[in-house]
């Protein structure tokens, strides 16, 4: 079964990288007019396109709610694999991401005494290619069309994904990686403080080994951080040219 | 840590899916010389060791070979002569495409550093990568990425230093040699070392033609990969692996689904086989009813065959060979016992290894010392036709021991054309002989490596069970008066034993297995080396141990009166023997006795002695015999096989004589609980990991593995039912022939040959139903109690240790099916090779003990064949063949076949099955005379035929063939689960 190595002697992982390395990261905010806020992020080959409406009125009236109502719809396209999958709508797959990412953002939005705090936010998110990290993928989107749309938020959510494999932590799996049994752990981490809002462990890793690979996950979202932070911060600058 | 460019590569795989992959590029691959300017920075390098110079290369240089060298030459590049050598990343891809078993080679060379082998990831730097061209082949582009790399160190080097790439392509290294880069033939370079003459030897024959062309020899052209995918697909081939018989180097079988039925297709002959060797993947045609041939009864020894070919005039022997080729193709038989036929269209996998043997001494030509000349060489495997070598050195070869590996088998070669690898000794040599049984059935044999034993607790010797730390989780056994029962100089003692009397009237019986898994933690590289061996390998005079011996015959040793870690069985069962309760726990124990099987009868058998010991045993053996009771009532098999031992004198090589084992009731005793122990063990485990348990079963044999035994022993006026193992069981009892009392051991020995093989599997893989255990008659089994030396047993202790919840920090291994399904065909292949060896062994140590006697002992016929017959000697426990006539033309037999009743009948005697004759044993010597194996030679002495019986005397002299025949050891028959389970 092992026609490769997954990370080779000579410390070399498949595609080329050493373990503690990114793959190409490129991501851009306000690709879409329509939408109130919008993003579109590639990693690798994974490339991911977000859409947030919102926040707007409710469209129910959910008193007992304290703070806003985030829907997430989470589609993989039928053509962002290799192998063609029509029927992806109801997938429990699918529902089961998108119930992960609402909770990993909904504690992370300020609602302050009345600020947005009965407000609904649809985020709707797609995939259009996968090669594996596509939940992290989706969830640095989200954080960026979130701040395009203008939803406070107390901080970036950043979300990397690691590995363990013989006795070196990998960070950002692809799709050959994720799919040759290395157990893959999500991290999503607010920067500023440190604090961790998601952890998802695809297949099982060794207590012992969680420690490093959860540090390395970390450091990823550092580094994610940065990048998201800059992305910001020009759209901010080519958005301030226009306005002016 | 620059990732330059990112770019997709797309592949094709199975049913067209595009797979679209990322490859960066890097500017941080570094060429790995020392002392490299402009690589100051990297940390991995060649060992320094200054690169050599030579006749054809007059600068310092390093060697780069391509693919297709190290796929062919692997021997050459093994030798030490081959160190600065650079690997490249695509070369390596290649090769592990091409062949696992060469690439782990290549690897092993890699990873010892006084080699220096470095890999350059050249398909991972910038300056190296280049992109195929339209219309080029991805072996061109390959070929023109090593030209690149090539190209990229000589420019790299500046001149100083070159890289000079060895390719056996022609096109290869004439583009190489147009573009300016030094480039050689292996052939080349290696005849321009002028330390290491013998290397030329070891350069295999790749693609040399015409190189039979005395034989003229021609055998059908195999046919193209696409053709065989094409006929495999629409019905026409079937794909099977080649499995020559023992007795006939010219039959062959395949097992193969033939229009949806599974079948075994035999391949006879020659021409048919194709050049398929034993073990090939190879793809079948079948033939057409009309030439459809029955299972051959005869035994042709490829050595003795073409031992008279070659003596004859050469010129005429293929007519020789002709003629006792046809011996086997006398087609007589009826037209239902055909069988159906096949013969090979082409091979889609070789599966060849590095082949032991010797040289043929007939075949090597005097006065030509130093030149090169071709001798053929015979494996010790019968089933491997002899192979053609070239070499220089064949006056020196002549008696030893060598390996061989086969190049290649071109259509006009009679033989396979291989190449010398190394000497390993004399032969008859104890140490010698017994690596190349080790090497034959792929033992490792090698001691531990440092890395290994950096596993083992850094106490050493002194290690000792500490409270603090071991008895978290542990229950407190040592106030239990457990004892061991084990063979005299048993040392790695995985079990041990207790047995009291419980307050209610029921007893609580103990078994406590070694925790070998509380010192062998999953995946580091100890428990790794023990996978790899898979179990411990019991040989005549040495054991080949799967743990290192700290841990194996000390540690986890359940010795006496020192305190153990053991994980125990713990029951509760009523003074009739049904078990009312059962409990898992690891434990910490203090062995009371390290008994003997014979102290421990000893014990038994005497009445007045009531220490708790002897008490726990009483109440043992007592429990142990109506455990038995039932196992037998429903339907387990008590079979035999003819187990010897040899007594050795000190510090000799040669056996003084050989003995029978016995078995005496405390064998039963312990083999009852370590069985009992198994089966609940199995259940437990089972019950948690229902999809990933390790489990062993034994299949129900096919009836038709007993058709001919039934039959026979219908005509001693006896039956036997195997429809169900309860009858097989009750039929056996009832065979027994008052005047002839060994005739039931007989029988017995004979059903166990009728029996499957009994293997490991993994629950998730087989339906329930068939987890049977025949042998045993238990619906589920496993091994857990003999974890020093057997790793199935270190997975089922993993998996209990889960399972009863001591291990919480379990990791996917134990529960993912695909390993546990890889590792029970490792295991299997393990254990059975293991056997084989062990087996072997004894083979080696009959004949040694043979050596210079001839022997008249009583043997028992069973086996009947066309030319001869097999014979049973129950003194020594050995198989032997008798040859029905004293040359190989069956015309001169005295005795002419009745294949109705199946006997062999001449005037004066007929020869038929379980008949009780007499035989002369003596052994023929390897490397005296012609014959390549030390083999036995078996003799009819009574009933006395004409012809061919002869006194031992005469026997002795008479040199050459006249009525002998081959034996073969079958000492300790298939398995017997109960007694292997305390083989020690």
């Known amino acids: 079964m092992s026609r490769f190595d997954i990370v080779s002697p000579e410390g070399l992982r498949v595609d080329g990288r050493r373990p503690p390395e990114l793959r190409r990261l ?61 029927k992806m709508r109801k997938d429990r797959r699918l529902m089961e991401i998108a119930s992960v ?71 950002d799996l692809n799709h050959l990686e994720e799919s040759a049994d290395v157990p893959t752990l999500t991290v999503g981490l607010l920067p500023k403080s440190g604090k961790v809002t998601l952890l998802s462990l695809e297949s099982r890793l060794h207590l012992d080994k969680f420690q490093s690979v959860l540090e390395l996950a970390s450091q990823g979202c550092e580094r994610m951080r940065d990048e998201l932070d800059s992305t910001i911060r020009k759209a901010t600058q080519e958005l301030a040219k226009t306005a002016l | 840590m620059l990732k330059s460019r990112a770019f997709v590569r797309k592949t094709k795989r199975g049913n067209v899916i595009k797979v679209v992959k990322e490859h960066y590029l890097r500017d941080d691959i570094y060429c790995g010389i020392p002392g490299c300017p402009r690589c100051a920075s990297q940390t991995t390098t060649i060992t320094q060791t200054p690169p050599r110079t030579t006749k054809l290369v007059p600068t310092p240089h390093y060697v780069l070979p391509d693919t297709n060298v190290l796929y062919h030459q692997i021997d050459v590049m093994e030798h030490a002569a081959f160190v600065n050598v650079i690997i490249l990343q ?67 080097l500046g001149g100083a230093r070159k890289v000079v790439l060895i390719t056996d392509d022609g096109d290869n290294r004439r583009k190489a040699l147009g573009e300016g880069l030094p480039a050689f033939h292996v052939r080349q370079y290696v005849e321009s070392l002028a330390d290491y003459p013998e290397l030329i030897d070891m350069v295999a024959n790749v693609a040399e033609e015409d190189i039979d062309a005395e034989s003229r020899y021609t055998y059908p052209e195999h046919l193209s990969k696409s053709q065989i995918l094409a006929g495999l697909k629409s019905g026409a081939f079937h ?299 019991y040989l005549v005079d040495k054991r080949i141990d799967m743990l290192p011996s700290l841990l194996g015959t000390n540690l986890c040793s359940l010795r006496s009166n020192v305190d153990r870690l053991a994980f125990s069985c713990i029951w509760e069962v009523t003074p009739d023997a049904k078990v009312k309760d059962v409990r898992y726990t690891k434990s910490v124990i203090r062995s009371k006795a390290s008994l003997t099987y014979d102290a421990a009868q000893a014990r038994l058998d005497d009445p007045n002695l009531d220490d708790p010991v002897t008490l726990g045993i009483k109440a043992l053996n007592m429990l142990a015999k109506k455990l038995r009771a039932q196992r037998i009532e429903r339907g387990a098999l008590t079979l035999a096989s003819p187990e010897i031992r040899f007594k050795m004198e000190n510090d000799q090589q040669d056996p003084v004589d050989v003995e029978m084992k016995e078995l005496k009731e405390t064998n039963a005793l312990v083999e009852e609980f370590m069985l009992l122990a198994n089966i609940y063990v199995a259940k437990k485990i089972q019950s948690v990991f229902p999809e990933s348990s390790m489990l062993r079963r034994h299949p129900r044999p096919p009836p038709s593995n007993f058709e001919t035994l039934t039959k026979a022993v219908g005509e001693l006026g006896l039956t036997l039912d195997p429809s169900t193992s309860k009858t097989l069981a009750d039929s056996l009892d009832r065979c027994v022939l008052p005047e002839e009392p060994y005739i039931n051991k007989l029988i017995r020995i004979m059903t166990t040959r009728c029996m499957m093989q009994a293997v490991y599997f993994c629950s998730g893989t087989v339906p329930e139903q068939e987890f049977w255990h025949y042998g045993l008659a238990s619906e589920i089994y496993t091994h857990f109690t003999s974890p020093i030396r057997r790793y199935a047993d270190l997975v089922v202790h993993r998996l209990l240790a889960a399972a009863i919840g001591y291990d919480k920090g379990y990791s996917s291994e134990l529960t993912d099916k695909v390993k546990a399904t890889e590792m029970c065909n490792v295991l299997n292949y393990r254990h059975r090779m293991a056997q084989q060896a062990s087996r ?145």
């Open chain 2, 239 to 537: 794909q099977g692996t080649l499995n020559i018989s023992q007795h006939n180097y010219l039959e062959g079988s395949i097992f193969a689904k033939v229009n949806g039925e599974e079948m075994t297709v035999m391949i006879l002959g020659r021409e048919h086989l194709n050049r398929g060797v034993q073990g090939d993947i190879v793809a079948v045609q079948m033939l057409p009813k009309s030439e459809w041939k029955a299972a051959v009864s005869v035994v042709i020894d490829e050595e003795d065959v073409e031992k008279e070919d070659e003596e004859a005039k050469p010129t005429t022997a293929p007519d020789e060979v002709a003629a006792a080729e046809s011996a086997m193709e006398v087609d007589s038989a009826p037209v239902e016992e055909l069988k159906p036929t096949g013969r090979i269209v082409g091979i889609i996998k070789r599966n060849w290894r590095a082949y032991c043997g010797t040289i043929d001494k007939t075949s090597v030509r005097e006065g030509q010392a130093g030149g090169m000349q071709p001798v053929f060489f015979w494996a010790m495997d019968r089933r491997i036709p002899k192979i053609r070598i070239r070499t220089r050195q064949a006056a020196t070869l002549c008696g030893q021991r060598v390996v061989v590996a086969i190049d290649g088998w071109p259509k006009n070669a009679r033989y396979p054309q291989g190449h010398y690898v190394r000497t390993l000794g004399a032969v008859g040599d104890a140490a010698t002989e017994t690596e190349v049984l080790l090497l034959e059935h792929d033992v490792p044999f090698a001691p531990f490596s440092p890395l290994v034993l950096s596993f083992l607790p850094v106490e050493g010797e002194k290690w000792e069970v500490d409270d603090e730390k071991h008895l978290h989780g542990r229950e407190d056994f040592r106030g239990l008066d457990i004892c061991s029962i084990d063979p005299p100089g048993c040392t790695d003692i995985d079990d041990a034993l207790h047995a009291r009397k419980l307050p209610n009237g029921n007893y609580e019986v103990g078994v406590h297995i070694a925790d070998v898994s509380n010192f062998v933690k999953p995946e580091n590289a100890m428990d790794l080396e023990a996978q790899r061996r898979g179990t411990t390998v």
């Open chain 1, 26 to 86: 490129s991501c851009r905010t306000g690709v879409f007019a329509q939408a109130d806020g919008s993003a579109y992020i590639e990693q690798g080959n994974t490339k991911c396109l977000v859409a947030v409406y919102g926040p707007r009125e409710p469209s129910k009236r959910l008193l007992t709610e304290k703070g806003p109502t985030i829907n997430v719809e989470y589609n993989v396209a039928s053509f962002s694999s290799g192998e063609r999958k029509t």
């Open chain 2, 90 to 156: 695509t070369v390596l891809e290649e090769l592990r495409h091409r062949s696992k078993p060469v690439y782990d080679r290549v690897r092993a060379l890699i990873a010892e550093p006084a080699r220096s082998f470095y890999v350059f990831s050249n398909e991972h730097s910038r300056e190296t990568y280049i992109e195929r061209q339209k219309d080029e082949s991805p072996n061109d582009r390959n070929d023109r990425a090593i030209r690149t790399a090539t190209r990229w160190y000589n420019e790299h």
């Open chain 2, 840 to 984: 072997s062994s004894v083979e080696l140590f009959t004949n040694r003990y043979f050596k210079g006697k001839v022997v008249e002992e009583e043997a028992y016929v069973i086996r009947v064949m066309k030319n001869g017959f097999s014979v049973l000697i129950p003194r020594y426990g050995i198989e032997g063949y008798v040859y029905a006539s004293p040359t190989s033309s069956p015309s001169a037999s005295p005795f002419t076949y009745d294949a109705d009743t199946n006997r062999l009948v001449a005037p004066s005697a007929t020869i038929q099955l379980f008949m009780k004759v007499t035989v002369a044993v003596t052994v023929e010597e390897a490397g005296q005379a012609a014959a390549q194996r030390s083999k036995l030679v078996v003799r009819l002495v009574k009933p006395f035929v004409e012809g061919l019986s002869g006194t031992p005397e005469e026997a002795a002299k008479k040199d050459g063939k006249a009525g002998v025949g081959s034996a073969r050891l079958r000492a300790g028959a298939d398995e017997r689960e109960g007694k292997r389970a305390k083989r020690k």
């Open chain 1, 101 to 171: 990412i609402k909770q990993t953002f909904e504690p992370i939005i300020c609602y302050g005494q009345n600020v947005a705090s009965r407000s609904e936010i649809d985020v709707n998110i797609q995939i259009l290619q996968l090669d594996g990290g596509a939940l992290h993928a989706a969830i640095n989107a989200t954080t960026l069309a979130m701040i395009d749309a203008g939803v406070p938020m107390r901080d970036f959510v950043c979300a990397c994904s690691a590995g363990w494999y013989k006795d070196t932590a990998l960070l």
